[in-house]
């Protein structure tokens, strides 16, 4: 919630969609070196698992520098031809005080009236109920998909190598698409990339001997297979529904 409602104040309306992709591009640069660091550290250095997460905390520590030391102010920013709130400065009140938009403050359940007489937000209801069997493969990959690459490949399967498939894939993804992403319906989008990623894990049920003799070998190319049609699906959805949420 923090990262979408940062990307909309700090984007004009027309950079939006570029924002999020930008958002989703880093995020999985370092989803990518995660993913390296997996087997780096537990295969050729033979630590510990718990060692995985110094990654994070450094990586973590050195964002929370970048966001005090960049962030200076808390405007929102308009593009040329958007509309701003109107500025009416209050006599009594201080410069800092008198900058901000006037605001008609409204109770809780104002609130609440308003957004259920809101089409859009039934519609918002309905993509995300639609999207949760798709966000169930991703929870799968994460929290499932090693234990299953463990007991398939054995317990030298390089599970940070195809953890690393998807976000290596996410990147190259994303530089491609940034440039036109603005020439294409949001919710059309959802839909049809939704489809595409919940089709990945029907990779898994090829049988292993159409693709090698080997069944390791076999199993790796299921994998990457899988990987591969997932992240297609995920670069064209994923970072559109973060944008999507955000509008709404």
Same mark, same amino acid.
């Given at each position: 919630?923090? =990262?979408q409602?940062a990307? !909309?104040r700090?984007?004009?309306?027309?950079?939006?969609s570029?924002? =999020?992709?930008?958002?989703?591009?880093?995020?999985? !640069?370092? /989803?990518?070196?995660?993913?390296?660091?997996?087997?780096?550290?537990?295969?050729?250095?033979?630590?510990?698992?718990? &060692?995985?997460?110094?990654?994070?905390?450094?990586t973590?520590?050195?964002?929370?520098?970048?966001?005090?030391?960049?962030?200076?102010?808390?405007?929102?920013?308009?593009?040329k031809?958007?509309?701003?709130?109107e500025?009416?400065p209050?006599?009594?009140? @201080?410069?800092?005080?008198s900058?901000?938009?006037?605001?008609t403050?409204?109770?809780?359940l104002?609130?609440?009236?308003?957004?259920?007489?809101?089409s /859009? =937000? &039934?519609?918002?209801?309905?993509?995300?109920?639609?999207?949760?069997?798709?966000?169930?493969?991703?929870?799968?990959?994460y929290?499932?998909m090693?234990h299953? &690459?463990t007991?398939?490949?054995?317990?030298?399967?390089?599970?940070?190598?195809?953890?690393?498939?998807n976000?290596?894939?996410?990147?190259?993804?994303? !530089?491609v698409?940034?440039?036109?992403?603005?020439?294409?319906?949001?919710?059309?989008?959802?839909v049809?990339?939704?489809?595409?990623s919940?089709?990945?894990?029907? /990779?898994l049920?090829?049988?292993?001997?159409w693709? @090698?003799?080997?069944?390791?070998?076999?199993?790796?190319?299921?994998?990457?297979?899988?990987?591969?049609?997932?992240?297609?699906?995920?670069?064209? &959805?994923?970072?559109?529904?973060?944008?999507?949420? /955000?509008a709404?």
């Amino acid at each position: 919630t923090a =990262f979408q409602s940062a990307n !909309v104040r700090y984007t004009t309306k027309k950079a939006r969609s570029a924002g =999020f992709n930008l958002w989703y591009l880093f995020m999985n !640069v370092g /989803a990518a070196a995660g993913g390296a660091m997996i087997d780096i550290i537990h295969l050729s250095f033979k630590l510990k698992w718990t &060692w995985v997460m110094m990654l994070p905390i450094v990586t973590s520590t050195l964002g929370l520098i970048a966001a005090f030391t960049m962030i200076r102010h808390e405007k929102q920013v308009y593009g040329k031809d958007e509309a701003k709130p109107e500025e009416e400065p209050k006599a009594g009140k @201080s410069d800092r005080e008198s900058a901000r938009p006037a605001e008609t403050k409204k109770s809780a359940l104002q609130i609440l009236r308003r957004m259920l007489s809101q089409s /859009a =937000f &039934w519609r918002f209801l309905a993509v995300i109920g639609l999207l949760l069997g798709v966000r169930a493969v991703f929870v799968y990959m994460y929290l499932l998909m090693p234990h299953y &690459w463990t007991e398939v490949l054995g317990k030298g399967a390089k599970i940070g190598l195809l953890n690393t498939i998807n976000p290596v894939l996410i990147v190259i993804g994303l !530089v491609v698409f940034i440039p036109i992403t603005n020439k294409f319906n949001i919710f059309k989008m959802l839909v049809y990339g939704a489809m595409i990623s919940a089709l990945s894990l029907f /990779a898994l049920l090829i049988p292993w001997r159409w693709l @090698s003799g080997d069944f390791v070998r076999a199993y790796y190319t299921m994998s990457f297979i899988c990987m591969v049609v997932l992240s297609i699906g995920e670069v064209i &959805w994923s970072p559109q529904l973060q944008e999507y949420t /955000a509008a709404i």
